[in-house]
Structures are given as structure tokens and as C-alpha cells.
């Protein structure tokens, strides 16, 4: 039976009414009926419906023939002896998708040669059976989770396996006897297809025992597309194959033989018949139409060449019907007889090795895509996907001790078997012996199957199989995903199926770095003057800072750098440099704070930026490298050289206020001349050296002007120097209100001064706002928030700033926690002081709010800029 829903995601089926099911081996999963019967008999628990919490589950063990006997034992009622025969229709629509299958892929299990036995068809079905019963026992005694699973053969390997014997037929030395020849190759064939089952086996129990069960949404999904197409255009081969009789192979003799009147009659008719199941298909969508439609063709087939008077003989002379040997009847423990380890070549096993690693990988696929698939299908939200990898291992190493290859949770024929009413481990345990009598006395069923049944099966999994690689993503996914996919269906074809897994890996691979380098890593880019510190400064450091912003250049860095995209990134710096309409900047600030990794080739690179960087006197500010885990530049030794002009630093606002303080050092420099006129109050300076203030560039005489033009801007100085009036009026030199003095020198009378060390807790985020507020005279403090057991500073408050004042004016719990972070002289106005004013000059305390309102919301646009950013 074709089984195109294999590896795609299905579409959610709802489910019918659940028969009454009698649950052998799992406690979990049993419920006593809801009937008012007082003879209790044993249901499985319903699926739980979708949003409500799904039950706690025991840990699955394996049942012991103890546990089987105690619920046997439990269950044998009259009522529960009887329910067996209401899984009758569901077995039977099993056995016949078994039958169907084995007659389509069982009889292709070894390639068409004449190395191989002529008894090799018949040993295929046999392989099939035995695979898929040994699966089907595993699931149903408890090792799956879907009681109405059905296992089957992993029919999707078919071209690994023909690989396999092409490998080992190249490398058994043709030098030998033909019939030695042809006994070495069958063994080593049997060796190597039962290696394959025990490396699948391994890795299944090794994903699920570490709980990997996801780790195929890591392969791209249009590399596995393309398999799958690959998968499909072998299956279209094959339909040739089987119904022409024509070895395939890429020349032009066999495109004649196959296009001879006979050769095209036999495969016409096939795919005519898959055609036409095709268009009904479109219109008829029951889930027994499929099936039901095999079984009327040979019906019609035989109906009519019974009605032309063709003989048997006739039909299996012409190849209508399977020519099997006389001696080909044989018993399905007959495969066996195929292994002989003295006759192994196990060179020719060593050489199989990359195939088998390419069938492990890609038998790997199905569980993670078929097993989620049947889990929406049936409604079941409690389906562990390591468990069934587990189920998968044992199953697969259970058949590699049989001798047989891989199987696997079939998902459309477990819908099929479920929907049919056969949801239950009874019914799967039916399916299993049923299936076991089909395969000790069916074999000479194959003698009476006409071809055509055969080859229109191969070509509708294939076709199915190749719609869905290469129509279904057309226009859906990006032209580079597209092209993979084509390069590895016709890789596959031309080349080999493994040959063409690798180059669709190589490809993938350097289509990644292609699609990639074109991004760009650089997020966010704005200078000095859009996005500054977050430093609560006097307004004329302020206004001095908004001049000369553009000498401070910020990138964001976001995504994996690495060496498709560094050389971008270099390019755009120097661009940045050369092109700059205000000249190269003095700061180049690059935040790698949402940077998720680097390679060594990007790491080496910073150093060629950083030269380009000193020779045009830039300084190179790096930060938010621990943010990221990013230790690259760490590594190759980027800060370890002596140099004032590459700097680090934790976060990009600490970064931003150390070049806003650099370029602050002209301003006070500038201030100092400026002081003799001036009664502005002197804030302690950081130590500025000549080659900082000094003009000898056109950027520094560009901070010289500014300096001047800010200074020279102040108005009429007032004359009194006593705090904290001079305080409050540089804090409010620049407010477009008049009176603004006269209101200074009122407010000035409420306030106390208070000194606090270092290290001080001013107050706690969601305190009341009853300490009123503080104006800071000497000293820093520092505004931090805890988010995700992180402290993070939001603000930074130095000398001639405020605090407190939105809380004071709308009496809401404060916002963050304030800290000094110096030893500190404040001034405060507590909030009784500031009622008793309010109460005494109404009006004036009025200006004063609007003062507050005002700087405040300055300060909340420094904010709203960072938050825009990210940081």
C-alpha cells in the first residue's frame, strides 16, 4: 500500500467514535466503563481533549508475562471475549495494506540482477513480513504509546539499499567463479542489510535515552524535501524496472527499450492506472478508497483477459504476470539460508560504511515527522516522542536478531487501522498473528498478481513523493531552497542516492553562507545626538553634547558574525569613515549586546578594523560583550595591547557616557577660561590632558566652537553663589519661563543639606515617596531596576541634578532604587516642607512644579531613546 503521507505532516483528522477496547499491558492507559453494567470491563482512556491538562503518566516498563496473566485474568468476561470480533474489520483492512505492501516493496527489497538468488523475490516478501510483525508485536505490547499502531518495513530505503549492493558488487573481485561470486555477494548483502537495522536500532534507543527527540527540526527542512523527491524519482525507476523488465541506467539504449511497444504497453499501463487513481483521488477522499481500488484491479485485469481467452501462461510469458522461478515457492524462513558469515566479504562491508551512516540518518526522519503527525490525527496531547524513539530502537534491534531490515511506526496505515475502529493493543495483537498466517502460507499469491498492481503502487508513492518535493514548493519556499531541492532530486537520480544526500549537505551548507553574508549584521546605526547616556547632566552639557553628538558613532551588531559577514561589516565601516558628510567621527561605539555568536575569522578581522581605526585617530568602544557570552575578542588578545584608544566596557550606556565625558572634558576646559565672568557652579572635572583639549584637529576645533557657543549663550549670571540656589538655577538656566529666579530663591529656603557614604540605599524601588527630593552637589548616584535576578542601571545622577521630584509631585511609590555611588552632599525638601510651601506661596510652587515637569520629561526622552534601542 502506498504510503504518501510518510513524511509530511498531515492535516488534523477527527477522529470517530472509539470502539470499547480490552487494554493488555498498560495500567495508564485503562478505565472502567461508564455503562451501568455491575460487570466491569477494561477501556483505554480516551484521548484528553484539546486544553485540558493530561494525566499524569507512570514510566512505561516493559510487561512482564506476570502483568499479562493478572489482566487477562481481570478481563476474561463473557462480554470481553466477544469484543475481539468487532476488531475483525479493522485486521482485514490491515492485512491486505500488509499484503499490498509486501507485494510492492517486499518484492523489490533486493534489486533486480542476476547476482541475485532467483529466489530473491519471494525472500523479500518474507523479509517484509517478518519486519513488520516483529514491529508490530514491539508497539503492542507497550513499547509504543499509540495502542492501534501499525509497524511495517521502512519501505522509504529502498534506494540505500540497492546502494549497498552496487558497493559491495564493485567490490567483490569479478576475477571469481560467477556462482561464488553471486553466493559472496548474497551474504555479504544479508550482513550489511542487517548492520544497517542494528545501527538504526542503536541510534534510535541513544536519541531517545538522551532525549533528543527533537533533534531533526535542526536539519533543514528543504534538505529532507529534497530527499524525499530524490526518494521518489528512485520509486519512478523502479515502477520502469519492475513493469518494463529493463535494468535502468542513463543511456540512450535505454530509452529505447524502455519506449519498444511491449516495454511501453507494460509501464503504460501501470501509470495509466495510477493516473487514474489520481483523478478519482480528487474527488473521492474515504480512506478505504485507496485500498479498495487495488483490489478491483486485478479483478478488471482478469476479467479481461479471461473474457479475450489470454492463458496464464501467456500473461506471465509476456510479463503481465510475475515469471517467478518453479523453485521460488518457497517457505519464508527461506531467506535465511542466504547468510553464510564464512562467505562474507567484509572489505565490501567496510566499504558500505558512508551508505549505512546516510540510511541510519535518514531512518532517523520518520520517527520525529510521522510520530506527532499520528498524534494530531488521533487526538492524543500525552505522546512522548523519546519514548517512541525507544520503541523505534528496540523494535529495529529486535529485527536485526531476527535478520531482517528496518521497520517503523507506519502513520498512514495506523490511521487507516485506527479510523477503522482498531484502536486498541488487542486488535494490533490480531493484526500481528493474522499477519504471520498470511506470510507461513501466502507466498504463491505473488504467482497470481498481475504486474500492473505492483507497478502502480511504486509509481503513486513516487509520484506523491515528487509532487510534494518538487510542485508543492514551488513559490513557496525561496529560490534557493528551491534549486537545493531540484540539485539533490536529480543528484540522487544521476549520481546515487548517498552521493546525493552529501552534495544536497554541501549545498545547503554553502547556500546558508550565501543567504546569510547578503544580511546585514548591523541592526540599529544613529549617532551621539539621537542616542545618548542616560547621565542626568546640566542642561548646557547638555545642549554642548547635542552639538557635537555626531562625533560619536553607534552600530548594533545582532546575529552570528562570522566570515560571510565580517567583510560586509569592515566595508561598511570604511564607508562610514570616507563618506561621513561632517567628517569621520571620533567614536566608533559597536554593541554586540544581541550578538549570538563569532567566528575566529570575524574575531580576526576586529583587528584589522581596529588598525584602519588608530590611523584615522578613532577611538574603537566595544561593549556589551559579557552581555552576549561573546569571549572571541577576549581570545585572540584584541584589549591586551597598550592602547587609550580601544576601549570595553559592560553595557553600551556606560560606553556612551565615557565618550560623552571625553568630549565634556573640551567644555570644561573651555568653562575654566570662561569662570572669571561666570558665577557658574564648578563641577568636579575628570582629568583632562592636553592632547584631549587641545584643538588639533577639525574635530577638536569643532568641540572648541561648540564649547565657546554654549558658553557664550549664557545670559546675565545672578549673584548669588550660596547653595543650593546656585544649583537650582543652573538646573533650570535654560527653562523658556519667566520669574523663574525669584521662584528659585523661594524654593532654595526649604531645603536641608544631607551627606551620605558611598554605598548609601537612598530608597528601594516601591517605596513611598515621602523623603521628598534631593539635588546632588558632589558626589554620583546611580538609579538601578532588578530584572531576571539582573541589576541594571538605569540612570546615572551627577552633580547639578535632581531626584525624586516626579514621585514628590504625584505622590505614586518610587520607580527604581536609588544608590550612591560616591561619597555624596545632597540637598532635601522634604515632603512636609514642600506641602508648608505649597500652602505658603501657591502660586510660585506652581512654577516650580512646571520647572520640574519639564526637566523631567528631558529625561524621560534620554530614556524613551534607549528603550527604542533595546538596551
Known amino acids: 500500500m502506498s504510503r504518501p503521507g510518510n513524511l509530511s505532516i498531515a492535516t488534523r483528522i477527527t477522529d470517530g467514535p472509539r470502539s470499547p477496547t480490552i487494554d493488555l499491558l498498560s495500567e495508564n492507559d485503562i478505565a472502567v466503563s461508564s455503562k451501568a453494567d455491575p460487570i466491569p470491563f477494561i477501556l483505554p482512556s480516551p484521548p484528553p481533549l484539546r486544553g485540558s491538562p493530561v494525566p499524569e503518566q507512570k514510566p512505561w516498563t516493559f510487561p512482564t508475562p506476570k502483568m499479562v496473566l493478572e489482566l487477562v485474568e ?48 519471494a525472500a523479500g516478501i518474507s523479509i517484509f513480513f517478518v519486519t513488520t510483525i516483529v514491529a508490530q508485536l514491539v508497539y503492542t505490547f507497550g513499547a509504543s504509546a499509540f495502542p492501534g499502531g501499525n509497524g511495517s518495513m521502512m519501505i522509504e530505503i529502498m534506494p540505500f539499499l540497492y546502494a549497498l549492493v552496487d558497493t559491495i558488487k564493485r567490490t567483490v573481485p569479478v576475477t571469481i567463479a560467477e556462482n561464488e561470486r553471486n553466493h559472496i555477494i548474497i551474504a555479504t548483502t544479508m550482513v550489511v542489510y542487517v548492520l544497517g537495522t542494528f545501527m538504526t536500532g542503536f541510534a534510535f534507543i541513544a536519541l531517545g535515552l538522551l532525549g533528543l527527540g527533537n533533534i531533526t527540526s535542526f536539519f533543514p527542512r528543504h534538505l529532507l524535501v529534497g530527499t524525499v523527491g530524490g526518494i521518489g524519482f528512485f520509486l519512478l525507476q523502479t515502477g520502469i524496472e519492475v513493469t518494463a523488465d529493463v535494468n535502468f541506467e542513463f543511456s540512450l539504449s535505454y530509452v529505447e527499450r524502455i519506449f519498444q511497444t511491449h516495454a511501453l504497453m507494460l509501464w503504460g499501463s501501470a501509470l495509466g ?39 496464464i501462461e501467456s500473461l506471465r510469458e509476456n510479463h503481465w504476470l ?87 511506526l507506519v502513520y498512514s496505515n495506523s490511521v487507516l487501522f485506527i479510523r477503522s475502529g482498531g484502536d486498541s493493543r488487542v486488535a494490533s495483537f490480531m493484526l500481528a498473528v493474522a499477519t504471520f498466517i498470511v506470510m507461513v502460507g501466502g507466498s504463491w499469491l505473488v504467482n497470481y498478481v498481475p504486474v500492473i498492481v505492483v507497478g502502480s503502487l511504486i509509481f503513486h508513492l513516487g509520484i506523491d513523493l515528487m509532487k510534494e518535493a518538487v510542485i508543492d514548493t514551488w513559490n513557496v519556499i525561496s529560490t534557493y531552497e528551491y534549486v537545493t531541492i531540484l540539485i539533490i532530486v536529480a543528484s540522487m537520480g544521476i549520481l546515487g542516492f548517498t552521493e546525493g544526500v552529501i552534495l544536497g549537505i554541501i549545498i545547503t551548507c554553502l547556500f546558508f553562507v550565501i543567504w546569510n553574508s547578503q544580511k546585514s549584521v548591523i541592526r540599529n546605526s544613529c549617532t551621539g545626538a539621537d542616542l545618548r547616556s542616560t547621565v542626568h547632566r546640566l542642561a548646557r552639557q547638555q545642549l554642548f553634547l547635542d552639538h557635537v553628538g555626531y562625533q560619536i558613532r553607534i552600530l548594533r551588531l545582532h546575529g552570528s558574525i562570522f566570515f560571510g559577514t565580517v567583510k560586509q561589516l569592515d566595508e561598511q565601516i570604511m564607508e ?74 559592560e553595557t553600551l550606556n556606560s560606553a556612551l557616557e565615557w ?78 519661563f519667566s520669574g523663574t529666579e525669584e521662584t528659585i530663591a523661594f524654593v532654595s529656603q526649604g531645603f536641608k543639606p544631607v551627606k551620605l557614604p ?61 544608590v550612591a555611588d560616591d561619597a555624596c552632599t545632597l540637598w532635601q525638601l522634604d515632603s512636609a516642607e514642600f506641602e508648608r510651601l505649597c500652602k505658603l506661596r501657591p502660586n510660585m510652587m506652581l512654577w516650580f512644579v512646571r520647572l520640574i515637569i519639564t526637566a523631567s520629561e528631558q529625561r524621560q526622552s534620554l530614556l524613551l531613546h534607549h528603550l527604542s534601542w533595546g538596551e
Open 322 to 408: 510475475f515469471n517467478l522461478p518453479s523453485d521460488s515457492n518457497v517457505p519464508f524462513y527461506h531467506f535465511y539460508t542466504y547468510y553464510d558469515f564464512s562467505a562474507v566479504d567484509w572489505k565490501a562491508v567496510l566499504a558500505c560504511m558512508p551508505t549505512l551512516l546516510a540510511l541510519t540518518f535518514f531512518g532517523l526522519l520518520h520517527v520525529p515527522i510521522n510520530v506527532p503527525a499520528l498524534a494530531v490525527s488521533t487526538q492524543r496531547e500525552d505522546i512522548d516522542t523519546n519514548r517512541e524513539l525507544l520503541a523505534h530502537g528496540i523494535s529495529n534491534l529486535a529485527a536485526a536478531c531476527v535478520g531482517t531490515i528496518q521497520n517503523y
Open 74 to 121: 481481570r478481563n476474561a468476561t463473557t462480554e470481553n471475549m466477544l469484543l475481539p470480533i468487532q476488531y475483525l474489520p479493522a485486521v482485514l483492512l490491515g492485512v491486505l495494506m500488509n499484503i499490498l505492501d509486501a507485494l510492492s516493496y517486499g518484492l523489490i527489497t533486493f534489486p533486480n540482477d542476476p547476482t541475485m538468488p532467483k529466489t530473491a523475490s
Open 659 to 736: 565618550c560623552e565625558n571625553i568630549q565634556l572634558q573640551t567644555f570644561y576646559g573651555m568653562q575654566t577660561a570662561h569662570r572669571a565672568t561666570s558665577n557658574t557652579l564648578q563641577i568636579p572635572l575628570p582629568a583632562a590632558s592636553a592632547s584631549v583639549i587641545a584643538a588639533v584637529s577639525p574635530r577638536g576645533a569643532h568641540l572648541e566652537l561648540a564649547a565657546q557657543h554654549v558658553l557664550s549663550s549664557q545670559g546675565p549670571q545672578p549673584l548669588h553663589t550660596e547653595q543650593p540656589f546656585s544649583l537650582l538655577t543652573q538646573m533650570f538656566a535654560e527653562m523658556p
Open 758 to 818: 558611598k554605598g548609601t540605599v537612598l530608597w528601594r524601588k516601591g517605596v513611598e515617596a515621602a523623603s521628598g527630593i534631593y539635588l546632588v552637589e558632589v558626589g554620583q548616584l546611580v538609579a538601578t531596576v532588578d530584572n531576571n535576578n539582573r541589576t541594571t542601571i538605569v540612570e546615572t545622577l551627577v552633580p547639578g541634578t535632581i531626584a525624586g521630584d516626579i514621585e514628590m509631585v504625584t505622590g505614586k511609590p518610587r520607580q527604581y532604587t536609588l
Open 576 to 649: 562610514l569613515l570616507d563618506n561621513s558628510s561632517t567628517g569621520p567621527p571620533r567614536f566608533l561605539v559597536i554593541d554586540f549586546s544581541i550578538v549570538s555568536g563569532m567566528d575566529y575569522s570575524a574575531s580576526e578581522a576586529f583587528h584589522r578594523i581596529k588598525r584602519r581605526l588608530q590611523s584615522r585617530g578613532v577611538y574603537l568602544v566595544i561593549c556589551g560583550l559579557g552581555v552576549a557570552g561573546i569571549y572571541e575578542l577576549d581570545k585572540i588578545g584584541l584589549f591586551e595591547e597598550e592602547d587609550d584608544r580601544t576601549k570595553r566596557f
Open 273 to 311: 492506472v495510477t493516473a487514474l487513481l489520481q483523478i478519482l483521488h480528487r474527488k473521492i477522499h474515504h480512506p478505504l478508497f485507496v485500498p479498495i481500488f487495488y483490489l478491483m484491479v486485478p479483478m478488471v485485469f482478469y476479467a479481461i483477459t479471461f473474457s479475450a481467452g489470454i492463458p
